[in-house]
């Protein structure tokens, strides 16, 4: 190794979010109740917590903050979102998941969620937190 050169290692941690869609063109967003981005909408989601698998995590973690309870099974992988600097406190990398859940549901905050509400898909509030935009987009328009 050079003097130039360091040796550097960066902790990585994991999360799940979800993306729930209605048939209508809903989705379930949470406003943060804790930084970063603290009183913004965001998805469902948070740690994958040691020995959890994403998708398992993406469930309970769904459930946690809105009430919606879901079946693993109907939760399918829409990405892995890893960009550094994608969130303030370092280094994230998300398993992103989509549901379809049926018009209607009802949905209640929970555990680090201020609120839970449904949006229309085509009139999301103007700031989203991270980079939660990109991934409802990649969920509402799939890359072929």
Do not use: K
Not at 126 to 132: C, R, T, V
């Amino acid at each position: 190794m050079t003097e130039n050169e360091t040796n550097v290692s960066e902790t990585i941690r994991y999360t799940a979010d979800v993306v729930a869609l209605t048939p209508g063109g809903d989705v379930l967003l949470i406003e943060r109740s804790w930084p970063p981005f603290e009183g913004a909408w965001a998805l469902p989601g948070g740690h994958v917590d040691a020995g959890e698998a994403p998708h398992v995590a993406a469930a309970r973690e769904l459930a946690e903050e809105t009430g919606v309870h879901v079946s693993v099974g109907n939760l399918h992988q829409i990405g892995v979102w890893d960009q550094p600097g994608r969130d303030p406190r370092g280094r994230y990398v998300t398993f992103a998941y989509v549901v379809i859940v049926p018009d209607g549901t009802p949905s209640i905050a929970g555990d680090d969620a201020r609120t839970a509400r449904w949006w229309p898909v085509d009139n999301l509030p103007e700031q989203l937190a991270f980079d939660h935009a990109d991934i409802i987009s990649a969920a509402v328009i799939p890359t072929p």
